[in-house]
């Protein structure tokens, strides 16, 4: 099944800031968010996103599912007795683009036999790949690039986010052959007006590089 006009945001890892890179991703093209699972009814990154936005209420839509437990997709579920068909989600209705934030790294489950990229894969949405730099990024970045290739994945390039590491940038850069879309610094006062001047940054730098990939 494809679904036109989205575009998938992934990491490498849990907790490298996918949130505030779709809320910027978001801001700089005028996009809609949407988390199709949640994980963590305290901690839900939807409010978060509808918070960083410009008229983030209107843009934010609601998850297909909203599990209490901040675990894994595929454990959260099992605690709640829910199952998870994302092979028949019901999708928001929106004109914009819609950003579609996955929950941890590319192989992360999301139900109890599938992975973020089974659910990428079946609706063949193109994808964002959000970096942040640590020790170990190199390899995590590698591995999940190599499973994009592997998988034939359409991938729009990539994020850095954070804090700038410029040998581990050069080393992605030179040996991934996907286009860098942008970097987001690290944001010490974290607010809608900060996620608007990065996302004015950023935006001429993506937005060429997303349109062919959007009409093709």
């Known amino acids: 099944m494809v679904k036109t006009g989205v575009i998938g945001i992934i990491g490498i890892h849990t907790g490298i800031g996918k949130t505030i890179a779709s809320a910027v991703i978001a801001e700089a093209l005028g996009a809609d968010y949407w988390k199709p699972v949640q994980s963590g009814i305290d901690e839900r990154d939807s409010l978060l996103v509808a918070s960083l936005l410009t008229n983030g209420n ?13 675990v894994s997709p595929q454990l959260a579920a099992e605690i709640d007795n829910i199952n998870i068909d994302f092979k028949n ?6 004109e914009k683009t819609l950003l579609v934030e996955t929950a941890g790294g590319l192989l992360s489950p999301m139900t109890a036999t599938d992975t973020m990229a089974d659910f990428i894969q079946w609706y063949q949405l193109p994808v964002i790949l959000v970096v942040q730099n640590y020790l170990g990024s190199i390899n995590h970045t590698m591995l999940t690039i190599e499973v994009l290739k592997n998988r034939d994945m359409k991938v729009a390039g990539i994020i850095f986010n954070d804090h700038t590491n410029e040998a581990s940038e050069v080393f992605i850069t030179n040996n991934s052959d996907i286009p860098i879309l942008g970097r987001i610094p690290h944001i010490d006062n974290l607010d809608n007006n900060e996620v ?15 349109i062919n990939l959007l009409n093709n």
């Open 58 to 70: 209107a843009r934010v839509h609601e998850e297909a599912y909203l599990l209490n437990t901040p």
């Open 89 to 94: 989600l019901k999708w928001p209705e929106t």
């Open 196 to 210: 608007a001047k990065v996302g004015a940054i950023i935006k001429q730098s993506i937005t060429n590089k997303l």
